[in-house]
């Protein structure tokens, strides 16, 4: 019988803690000193090379919030520059043999909801398999605000995985080295702008459980939900490069990972502590917070990456 295997991203509610993926108790707050954060080569494939980013827009989205989305992606391979976008994803490439670059792929959109309103694992594997998939792409799902996902805000924002080209059905098999040869990456992550923004699109929404921190950071493209999407997506790229098929980089059990990003959960400015995200660069018209800059001068907030050169989780600001 396959193992079977994912990736989640635990409720970023748990800023407050260093809990990874899969988190028994995603609730529970660690206000303990954290060990120090080491990710172990598993010595299984990494992503590399040249990699289209296809997204899958499942619900009712507006261009602009299909805009902010889109240029977060086509600034990962725009040209590095202090603070920006591709500065920060190009962290991934320490983690050796890495470098994987990112373009934007092709767009799909269903509005019409064609497997419905609520979604299991298997449905988001089947609605990658639309972006006609292979070993050169990723396929991304977003979830519009108002569907319903099997674990969405009770015990995780999103998830990356990996499933086979020619049966997405049976996508969740850890697959290292060799066994990952004939499958594609997929990442999901859902809008929780209505179910959970406290949890899912935190810090730009007051965390449901924990420590209260200063109020929520104004959001840089004005929308929590799509926002805080970006820092999810952001983070679940970054672990779907450097620990696609389970036998990559992280720390601790393979059922529950601590990865690139969510070994630094919380973090995503220097100073950072439980309940407060970290000193970032604030916009004097806007008031947004934010620590990266993209296409066309587009400003997001992404999360901390633990750097392997230096053992550290390394901010922008």
């Not at 990996?162 to 049966?167: D, E, M, Q």
Request: proline share 7%; aromatic share 8%.
């Amino acid at each position: 019988m396959a193992h079977q295997h994912h990736h989640s991203l635990v409720l970023l509610l748990l800023a407050v803690s260093l809990a990874g993926a899969g988190a028994a108790t995603p609730r529970q707050l660690f206000l303990v000193t954290q060990p120090p954060v080491t990710l172990t080569n598993h010595h299984g494939q990494l992503l590399t090379g040249n990699y289209s980013v296809n997204l899958l827009w499942y619900g009712r989205f507006t261009p602009a919030q299909r805009a902010t989305v889109a240029d977060f992606v086509l600034s990962l391979s725009s040209s590095p520059a202090p603070r920006s976008v591709a500065s920060w994803w190009a962290t991934t490439a320490r983690y050796h043999p890495g470098a994987a670059r990112l373009a934007l792929g092709r767009q799909v959109l269903d509005p019409s909801l064609s497997l419905g309103k609520r979604l299991s694992e298997s449905h988001l594997a089947s609605l990658a398999a639309r972006l006609s998939p292979h070993r050169g792409s990723i396929a991304v799902v977003i979830t519009a605000p108002d569907i319903l996902v099997d674990g969405f805000c009770l015990s995780h924002c999103g998830l990356h995985s990996s499933a086979s080209s020619s049966s997405p059905a049976r996508g969740h098999q850890i697959g290292g080295g060799a066994r990952g040869r004939g499958r594609f990456a997929y990442v999901w992550v859902g809008d929780a702008a209505e179910q959970c923004a406290g949890q899912c699109a935190w810090p730009f929404h007051e965390p449901l459980y924990g420590p209260r921190g200063a109020a929520p950071l104004v959001a840089p493209n004005a929308d929590v939900g799509m926002d805080g999407v970006v820092i999810n997506l952001a983070t679940l790229l970054a672990g779907a490069v450097t620990n696609p098929y389970g036998g990559g980089y992280f720390q601790g059990p393979a059922e529950a990972p601590l990865e690139a990003v969510t070994a630094c959960t919380g973090v995503f400015g220097a100073g950072a502590y439980p309940g407060y995200p970290g000193q970032l660069a604030v916009d004097a018209t806007t008031g947004a917070s934010y620590n990266a800059v993209g296409v066309a001068g587009r400003r997001f907030l992404l999360p901390a990456m633990w750097d392997p050169e230096t053992s550290q989780c390394s901010t922008l600001v």
